[in-house]
């Protein structure tokens, strides 16, 4: 009986503890995951590719989260999990956005997206925006 291959996440952020919390929380879940702490490492690990889906915490500055976007696209074809708080600026170029809250919530999403994602899309079927 074949194993079936664990989803690979590569998360981001700007917080320690958080992405701490979140990493473990994913691991716990299942998934193998990467993760980036800071500007120059979250670049680094977004031209590696290979990843399942990528999460930008909500702690990462607006036009980083546009130019980290633009570098995971060149490099990977995974769809993007924007963790957003009331007042900050949207990334319009992500694939899904969500409040940054409860774990059980940001598991649940991650499940939903995955499961999404890997389901056939018809032609000219697009991601869904949230």
Not at 88 to 116: C, H, Q, W
């Amino acid at each position: 009986m074949a194993l079936l291959q664990r989803k690979h996440i590569l998360i981001i952020s700007y917080n320690e503890q958080l992405l701490i919390q979140r990493r473990i929380l994913l691991e716990e879940a299942g998934y193998q995951v990467s993760s980036a702490l800071g500007l120059k490492e979250a670049l680094a690990n977004c031209k590696d590719g290979g990843y399942d889906l990528l999460i930008l915490g909500h702690s990462i500055p607006h036009a980083d989260k546009v130019g980290l976007v633009r570098t995971f696209r060149i490099h990977c074809l995974a769809p993007i999990l924007s963790l957003w708080e009331r007042g900050e600026m949207i990334a319009d170029t992500v694939d899904y956005l969500t409040f940054s809250d409860a774990p059980e919530k940001l598991l649940g999403n991650v499940a939903a997206i995955l499961a999404r994602e890997s389901q056939p899309r018809r032609s000219g079927e697009q991601s869904w925006r949230t």
